[in-house]
């Protein structure tokens, strides 16, 4: 006897709707169809399996066209992976009283990074805010624990990525870096990719898409294609705390994490 085919469609609606409990619902469905399980059911009945990307993905959901590569991109050149420094940890260490710009003079902590040094996927932002200038680590704040969440949809954590940003010192009222600051910091961020050497990476926001790509193109125009930075396949996307003002763009952020899971996959 065969098994019941999987009804992959049905799947893939109910993969979209256990992302209510991250905040990823707006404008992905409308109301819920009666056939599928409540989210919201009460902890005395049965609850729904959460169904997250990577196990749909593993259920055989139908093939999505591929984000195409800008072959053409700004950064295309390989990064040479040799490195002066024999870890992360080293090269914290090096730069860690940088006061190559006045960022240092006031900063309370370095915001070097966080997460798996072999990583395979790296997400960088733009800058530190307060709350990860006292605590010294990256996405710390509101938009941080969004960032969790959507990891946590997409069955990984911190310790299986790692997590950055352009600048390592916080701009005074969390304004947007200045050039000549991303000048001085664009070498730090570049060792730490030659030390992990991750597989993908995702940038997070215009100002981390504009830095890393060398590129004014607005960040509409730069989503929904794959680009490259120094030979390493580069997707991006809104930043987090664009996501807390603007709920919107939350189905646009879900539909690229699907495609940097989709892709990771066929990396392997």
């Known amino acids: 006897m065969r098994d019941k085919p999987v009804d992959l469609q049905k799947l893939f609606r109910r993969a979209l709707l256990s992302q209510v409990s991250i905040g990823l619902d707006e404008a992905v469905l409308g109301d819920p169809p009666g056939d599928l399980p409540n989210p919201a059911e009460s902890i005395d009945g049965p609850r729904p399996e959460l169904v997250t990307v990577k196990s749909a993905l593993k259920a055989g959901l139908p093939?999505?066209?591929?984000?195409?590569?800008d072959q053409d991109g700004p950064s295309s050149m390989e990064l040479s992976f040799d490195?002066?420094?024999?870890?992360?940890?080293?090269?914290?260490?090096?730069i860690?009283?940088?006061?190559?710009?006045?960022?240092?003079?006031?900063?309370?902590?370095?915001?070097?990074?966080?997460?798996?040094?072999?990583?395979?996927?790296?997400f960088i932002g733009e800058a530190p805010g307060a709350e990860e200038d006292r605590l010294g680590e990256p996405f710390v704040g509101r938009a941080g624990r969004l960032l969790d969440r959507i990891l946590a949809a997409m069955e990984l954590s911190r310790d299986q990525v790692y997590i950055g940003n352009v600048l390592k010192c916080r701009p005074p009222a969390n304004r947007d870096p200045q050039p000549v600051e991303m000048a001085k910091c664009m070498p730090y961020l570049r060792e730490q990719i030659r030390?992990?050497?991750?597989?993908?990476l995702c940038l997070l926001g215009r100002v981390a898409a504009h830095a890393i790509l060398n590129t004014t193109t607005p960040l509409g125009r730069l989503r929904n294609r794959w680009h490259q930075f120094e030979g390493i396949p580069t997707l991006v996307t809104y930043h987090p705390a664009a996501l807390l003002r603007f709920p919107a763009y939350k189905k646009d952020t879900w539909a690229d994490m699907q495609e940097?899971?989709?892709r990771h996959a066929q990396l392997g």
């Open 63 to 69: 093939d999505y066209p591929e984000f195409p590569m």
């Open 83 to 94: 490195s002066e420094f024999a870890s992360i940890d080293e090269h914290l260490a090096a």
């Open 96 to 122: 860690s009283d940088c006061q190559l710009c006045p960022l240092g003079e006031h900063r309370n902590k370095f915001v070097y990074g966080v997460g798996n040094p072999d990583a395979d996927i790296m």
């Open 195 to 200: 030390l992990i050497r991750p597989k993908l």
């Open 260 to 262: 940097l899971m989709r």
